[in-house]
């Protein structure tokens, strides 16, 4: 009886919030994700990535990320934890030192983030979501 009554008041307070309330389903990192880090002055220059994730509903992510420079492609595993609005992110293939890229959500479909490892060293990237 106790807990109706307790969920009873709150919903006079939740409908006050109205689109204010932080909808969890909006900052998943559940998608398909770009963007491009280490960007010079010369076109083309930089290094692309693509991840492909999945988040379960305990917030574990898994995945894989595609790294592209001009002639050459590296397919990455991809694991970590997602406590909104920060993730981390652990990128890893065989051969190659940890790739970490650390996010903050800036809007549902856009976060900042930085990669750290494997020859980045608090490197930005932004990435955006192309697909759900």
Same mark, same amino acid.
Not at 13 to 20: E, F, T
Not at 119 to 126: A, D, H, K, V, Y
């Given at each position: 009886?106790? $807990?109706?009554? $307790?969920?009873?008041? /709150? /919903? ?5 919030? =109205? ?14 994700? $770009? *963007? ?11 290094? *692309? &990535? !693509? ?11 898994? =995945? ?8 050459? !492609? /590296?397919?990455? @595993?991809?694991? *970590? @934890? ?20 650390? *996010?903050?959500? +800036? ?8 990669? !750290?490892?494997?020859? &980045?060293?608090? +490197? ?5 979501? !192309?697909?759900?």
């Amino acid at each position: 009886m106790r $807990a109706r009554t $307790a969920a009873l008041l /709150l /919903l006079p307070l939740l409908a006050a919030c =109205g689109d204010d309330i932080i909808r969890p389903g909006d900052y998943t990192l559940q998608g398909t994700w $770009a *963007g491009t880090a280490g960007q010079g002055e010369a076109a083309g220059d930089g290094y *692309g &990535f !693509t991840f492909v994730l999945e988040q379960s509903a305990r917030n574990d992510v898994t =995945g894989t990320a595609t790294v592209v420079v001009p002639g050459s !492609t /590296l397919e990455l @595993d991809v694991s *970590g @934890d997602w406590e909104y609005p920060t993730f981390e992110l652990v990128l890893s293939a065989h051969d190659y030192q940890d790739l970490v890229y650390r *996010g903050n959500f +800036e809007a549902a479909d856009s976060i900042d983030g930085t990669l !750290t490892g494997s020859g &980045f060293s608090s +490197e930005p990237l932004t990435i955006l979501r !192309t697909a759900p």
